[in-house]
């Protein structure tokens, strides 16, 4: 039976790489939204290493010590996930979470020696992010829902925002529960609304599908829907696909046509990979934007036929057709573009040198046999971790070992290997110019003047890193 399995967590900081989980919750329902197993809610035991940030607590409103008395151990809370997610036939879902919540469990299933993938693929599994099914529905289909307004004017695609608005239940906005909750319900509206756009987008979480669509070589242009393109489009361009990247089978470089193709023709490869993440107002005079953008298969991506884009349409969108052609034909007509756009990548990257190992997923594929070494660690007991000797190629699991012990079976630890373990979360905690326990205390003291309905909470969470500080000092 295919199921899907909503949920979501809470965490102590914005980076998936760096900061941890602190609440998680999942609900499983059939495929039309009944739910048809118990909820799991589960809270993770912050570990030495890790500091809170204040501003993660108070959105939440949990604190470390709640957390630490409720909790359980990383190892138990990404267990219980793992097995959730893991079913067969089971498609995970989110708001938002391919960007953040599948970044949060791949780096705490790989941090606990699972395979950090599997379970997006194996046994028929997939993962779905509905999020921009809801940016496409108010770009295409907007009627018989309400959009919230932010400030600006620019319509919120906030959770709490959009289940205000439509009179769904959402009893409390970042408790991981109740966010699932209205998950399921945003999607249930648009399904009950709009079926058909429904089921085209649940069908992209399928990489054949993205991938005729994209139809590298055809020259056709496509309807893309991200977050990147800005509300003045309402999320929309009309992009052409034009190359695989050199680097990642699942990325295709596209080009959005609603910009000049000057850069991408006229600069050289080290130019343009340069200028590709400088922010639009930091750009040189005269350039208004590198119109390169990345599409990836394996993300979920909201991609239609151009056909959709009728005249209507587009000048609804504020998107030019005829000036979408133009930079269309100036493209076709170049030589070798493809070739350019894979170098501009190949040569895009980021300095890991000097990473803590827990932060380098991305740093290559783990051998197939480390993955079988890997189980025999997620069945072993303490006495099994401190006795046997896993000899591990990859380098990243020989040091994350270690930690995986301290931060689960510290009674395994000889007196070396605790020192070793206190020396590493003296190093995370103090280390650098501005030590991370000090900057967040004195983050603490900022936000306390002007969050006086708060001060309880930021109290505790003081005096959880002062206790931390101390006991790491001695």
Not at 363 to 372: T, W, Y
Request: with cysteine.
């Amino acid at each position: 039976m295919d199921t899907l399995y909503w949920h979501d967590y809470e965490t102590w900081g914005v980076n998936p790489a760096n900061d941890r989980p602190s609440q998680f919750a999942g609900v499983r329902t059939d495929m039309d939204f009944n739910i048809i197993d118990s909820p799991l809610n589960i809270l993770c035991r912050p570990s030495l290493d890790i500091i809170p940030h204040a501003k993660a607590c108070m959105v939440t409103g949990m604190t470390p010590q709640q957390v630490e008395q409720q909790g359980v151990s990383e190892r138990e809370f990404f267990a219980a996930i793992h097995h959730e997610l893991a079913q067969p036939n089971t498609c995970g879902v989110g708001y938002n979470s391919v960007r953040f919540d599948d970044e949060v469990t791949r780096y705490g299933l790989y941090r606990n020696f699972y395979d950090p993938y599997a379970r997006e693929w194996e046994h028929n599994n997939s993962r779905w992010d509905i999020i921009d099914m809801v940016r496409l529905c108010y770009a295409l289909r907007p009627d018989g829902i309400q959009w919230p307004r932010r400030d600006d004017g620019a319509v919120s695609f906030r959770l709490e925002d959009l289940t205000v608005a439509n009179g769904l239940e959402h009893q409390s906005a970042h408790d991981a529960l109740s966010d699932v909750y209205a998950t399921i319900a945003v999607a249930k509206l648009i399904k009950q609304k709009q079926p058909e756009l429904y089921q085209h987008i649940f069908e992209l979480r399928k990489k054949p599908k993205v991938s005729s669509l994209l139809a590298l070589g055809s020259t056709k242009p496509i309807l893309h829907i991200s977050s990147r393109f800005g509300p003045e489009t309402k999320a929309a361009s009309l992009v052409l696909p034009v190359a695989q990247s050199l680097k990642n089978k699942n990325e295709i470089i596209c080009l959005d046509l609603r910009h000049k193709p000057d850069p991408v023709l006229g600069l050289p490869v080290e130019k343009l990979s340069s200028l590709l993440f400088t922010r639009s107002e930091d750009l040189p005079e005269g350039i208004e934007r590198i119109p390169i953008k990345s599409i990836h298969i394996n993300k979920c991506p909201v991609v239609l036929t151009a056909k959709l884009l009728t005249p209507a349409v587009a000048s609804r969108l504020n998107i030019d057709l005829d000036v979408c052609e133009q930079h269309r034909q100036r493209y076709l007509a170049s030589t070798h573009l493809a070739d350019k756009l894979q170098q501009v990548i190949a040569v895009t990257g980021f300095d890991n040198s000097g990473k803590d190992a827990e932060a380098l997923l991305y740093d290559g594929f783990i051998p197939n046999n480390d993955k079988r070494l890997m189980a025999s660690v997620v069945s072993a007991d303490a006495q099994a971790l401190s006795e046997k000797v896993f000899p591990f190629q990859d380098a990243r699991l020989v040091e994350m070992l270690l930690r995986y012990r301290a931060r689960n079976f510290p009674d395994s630890l000889s007196s070396d290997e605790q020192q070793e373990w206190f020396e590493f979360c003296r190093d995370k905690c103090f280390s650098g110019e501005d030590s991370r326990l000090e900057s967040e205390l004195e983050n603490i003291q900022n936000l306390k003047g002007s969050n006086s309905e708060q001060l309880a909470l930021l109290d505790q969470l003081r005096q959880y890193l002062e206790d931390k500080r101390q006991l790491l000092m001695q």
